[in-house]
């Protein structure tokens, strides 16, 4: 028996040291030298990757095989994270569709045009690499996704430069919305000056008869025109997304999660500055665009809408539930410019048909309209300064902000607390004393060698940013991993960097838990590094792409980290000289 077991042994360290080979586009030969942990994990990758091609197991599976390595586009990248705020797994069904002044010149990173959202919900777009992007002359396409029983995306884009841009966007199915929320959509015309031929309106159909209903209303001869100025013409799609305000997931659904920051005076007056919902009475969303998928933005003459409310809502400036006749504050939110404005607020009225209590209203531009009772807040402060062992830690501690005078946790929050690393807090009511806590527990791994109460901070004053210290002394350093990933040529060569993949990004989750997290990313240049993400004696799912994200195709599942070291040793020489 225990030779049996040596000898099966024998056997996977063999296939541990074997060294693979395959062809290139060009006809160049290369080969891979595993070693230590991750040799089985690149092992199953390529396994993995050329499964397709020969639908069997994988001794040798790299002979005879063409790989073609493509750098994906780096500049001018967007990715749109999309989700679904009730919890339905997304749509698989998508129509993905590019419109937009330069929407011939968007492509995928790797240079092509088969736009797709991948299995995690996300897609990624860009400029050509023949594009030029600058302030002086923006690049402007629109991304659209749509699919059945969904509100479409219509998601506009402005590059003015190479950064990556990064967007996390709901979508909403209308037949099984999160219960507080309901959508509805219809459709009209306008003239080639964008003037609205007949009456356009909308009214949510809730999933039950006695549930709250929103109506947006455009008059016959409202002008509709872009931000720009120009006319939206031809077919129309008018959309709107009504919360209601019926339980504490409320806030959840609306834009800002209830923080309005730096909301801009009404008519050119003072302006309120970063506010928080006391109290909220709804919102609602207006979303107008052609069959070109030009937005519309304002509105001329004003449009009519009204929200059945909730009569339980509480009035914050009288102290009691509301009634017909109050006033209720009004805020708009443009989603595309991040910016938040007062508006002229809407009455309480008492629907003669219904007796239910409505909010009314007018929508001079197509935008994200809130109601509700708030307070100044905060924008900043206090802050607090990390001392600790810790240098170069890529994880995040847990820490609590508790107020002083009453002794309540105000917030939970990871943060990250390497030497002299700066927490800031903002959004905080005024004249309020705030102290840190920091735990030995991380958003990696859970709880480390002391798990609880590391250190409490002195008080800090909100709204004041001067530093107060904590001293983190205590926290012991963690374990780290070595990660790296070298090329090696053959005598008389030596190893060209220009000729390398641009980047090989790996992520990690949990085993079966499909949450995925950042690893490392190697780079021709950069192709070492530590972490404190992973735990040896733990095991974990992998992946790994070569085109930024956009797809990952090398998977290794339940793969157990047994070493506190993962090197991936490549002999190449095609990409030596």
Same mark, same amino acid.
């Given at each position: ?76 990248? /967007? ?64 991304? /659209? ?85 120009? #006319? ?47 109290? $909220? ?76 209590? @409505?909010? @009314? ?24 300064? $990390? ?7 890529? /994880? ?18 990871? #943060? ?63 374990? /780290? ?31 079966? @838990? ?64």
């Amino acid at each position: 028996m225990n030779d049996q077991k040596n000898a099966t042994t024998q056997r996977t360290l063999n296939e541990r040291k074997r060294v693979w080979r395959a062809r290139s586009q060009h006809g160049l030969r290369h080969s891979f030298t595993h070693s230590t942990s991750v040799a089985a994990l690149f092992h199953s990758f390529v396994c993995l990757l050329v499964f397709v091609v020969f639908a069997g197991s994988c001794h040798n599976p790299l002979d005879g095989l063409t790989i073609g390595l493509k750098d994906p586009i780096q500049e001018g990248v /967007v990715e749109c994270r999309f989700y679904d705020p009730a919890g339905n797994p997304l749509p698989t069904d998508n129509l993905v569709k590019i419109a937009g002044a330069d929407a011939p010149k968007v492509v995928t990173t790797l240079n092509t045009t088969k736009f797709k959202i991948n299995s995690d919900g996300n897609l990624l777009v860009a400029a050509s690499p023949t594009a030029s992007l600058s302030p002086q002359d923006p690049f402007k396409f629109t991304v /659209v996704v749509e699919a059945p029983d969904y509100l479409a995306v219509v998601q506009p884009v402005v590059l003015t430069n190479g950064s990556r841009q990064t967007r996390t966007i709901r979508r909403i199915n209308m037949l099984k919305p999160p219960r507080t929320l309901n959508a509805a959509r219809t459709t009209g015309s306008a003239s080639s000056d964008g003037t609205v031929a007949a009456n356009l309106s909308v009214t949510t159909a809730p999933q039950t008869n006695d549930a709250d209903r929103a109506t947006v209303t455009l008059q016959p001869g409202t002008k509709l025109a872009d931000r720009d100025g120009s #006319a939206v013409d031809g077919a129309l799609t008018l959309a709107i997304i009504h919360t209601n305000a019926r339980n504490d997931e409320a806030t959840s659904y609306i834009p800002g999660g209830g923080v309005l920051t730096a909301v801009a005076g009404r008519d050119g007056g003072p302006a309120p500055g970063t506010m928080r919902l006391l109290s $909220v009475a709804g919102s609602v969303t207006i979303q107008l665009y052609n069959e070109r998928y030009a937005l519309a933005r304002s509105l001329s003459p004003a449009a009519q809408w009204t929200m059945d409310l909730n009569p339980l809502a509480y009035n914050v400036s009288e102290g009691r539930s509301i009634r017909a006749g109050d006033p209720i504050p009004l805020y708009s939110y443009d989603e595309f410019t991040n910016r938040w404005q007062e508006e002229k607020p809407g009455v309480v009225r008492q629907n003669a048909q219904t007796g239910r209590l @409505q909010y @009314q209203a007018e929508a001079a531009n197509a935008a994200a309209y809130v109601v509700g009772w708030t307070e100044s807040i905060c924008d900043a402060g206090p802050i607090f300064k $990390v001392s600790s062992k810790l240098s170069g830690v890529d /994880v995040n501690y847990l820490c609590k902000l508790i107020d002083v005078a009453t002794g309540k946790q105000v917030a939970s929050f990871y #943060a990250n607390v390497n030497n002299g690393s700066l927490i800031r807090i903002g959004n905080q009511s005024k004249n309020k004393k705030l102290k840190l806590q920091v735990y030995d527990e991380t958003d990696a791994w859970g709880k480390g060698a002391k798990g609880g109460l590391i250190a409490e901070s002195g008080p800090g004053l909100t709204c004041d940013q001067t530093p107060v210290a904590i001293n983190l002394a205590p926290l012991p350093v963690p374990p /780290v991993m070595k990660l790296e990933f070298s090329f090696s040529c053959p005598g008389g060569t030596t190893l060209d960097e220009s000729s390398l993949p641009a980047q090989i990004k790996t992520q990690y989750s949990e085993v079966g @838990q499909e949450k995925w997290h950042d690893l490392i990313t190697a780079t021709r240049t950069y192709r070492k590094a530590a972490s404190y993400k992973l735990k040896v004696g733990r095991s974990y799912d992998f992946r790994a792409s070569t085109d930024g994200g956009a797809t990952w195709p090398l998977h290794q599942n339940n793969y157990l980290v047994d070493k506190p070291e993962w090197t991936l040793k490549i002999r190449a020489e095609m990409y030596c000289k």
